[in-house]
């Protein structure tokens, strides 16, 4: 009974309370299946109100109910961007060491679900209007494509440290270099001497343009142009040693896919190196700079990157004086655990 007694007292006390009250609301608010749908959408992107309610198929008072449910239960956060608040899934942390077991494990299980027809087809539209709205923006704009950048990041201040990244990586060769969204083909410039053939794909014919005057300028007849996304059939199975995706990412809707795909061009041993901003809370970057995200925690493109098979090998962190952070990260193709030895 000695034993027992302290476990029955530290029951009653109120942080005992306050943790059982927050484990109670946590779970009061998944008891619906509406909201297990929302954080199923949740999952890997975050949506205005009125998206969600175009998803859902709901107006807007009775879906605001819903997450403001979930968010007192601290199930989902928030962030405001100008006069819209966006929502994402909450990261684990709540309720102390049983409320982030039961978190875990109600998002695991959430994950499974499988969404409703109609819920698919209107996320897909919204997800292809999304990325119609960023190439809209690309070919309106592709005559100032250097001043937009600029407003965030000048290419001069991460494209040093990008080709030092991959200097030093361990390439399994230098044959074949493949870069995604090359812009206006600045870096083309670097890679073109260090591999015996580059392909050099983006989705806009306006930019690409741009790329191959560039190129065309510099005497390099090494690049092959191909019009496209990472879904093109002649991206899957390249064999490229090396993958290049320089402050794309956030112009794309569903950036875990495009990391699947492109693993899925590398050669054994290959890499693929990634530049983009860090998470920040700049809301006039989608209008100004056709940005889809607003830059990416780390820990989510280590997840995208995981799922897709690579391995984080290098991070290089650099702070920029107007506030913004980028991320220069390698990725390499996981080895076959069979013939790793």
Known sequence: MK???PALESAVTPEG???ADSLAGLLKAAGDPLRLHILRVLREDSFGVSELCAIFDMRQPALSHHLKVLAGAGLVATRREGNSIFYRRALPGHGGAAGEALLAAL??????LVLPAPTLAALDALQRQREENSRAFFRENAHKFREQQDLIARYDQYAGTVAEVLQEAALPGSALALE????DGRFL?????RFGE???LDIEAAMLEQARERAAAAGLDNIRFLHGDTAHPKVDGLGADCVVINMVL???PDPGRVLAEVAGSLAPGGVVLVTDLCSHDQGWARENCGDLWLGFDPARLTGWATEAGLDDIASVFLAQRNGFQIQVRLFGRRKDKRTAA
Do not use: Y
């Open 189 to 193: 410039l670097e890679l073109a001497p």
């Open 17 to 19: 309370a306050l943790a």
């Open 107 to 112: 998002f695991e299980s959430v994950d499974r």
């Open 250 to 252: 956030h112009h794309t």
């Open 198 to 200: 580059v392909v050099a």
């Open 3 to 5: 034993n027992v007694q």
């Open 180 to 183: 995604v969204g090359p812009g």
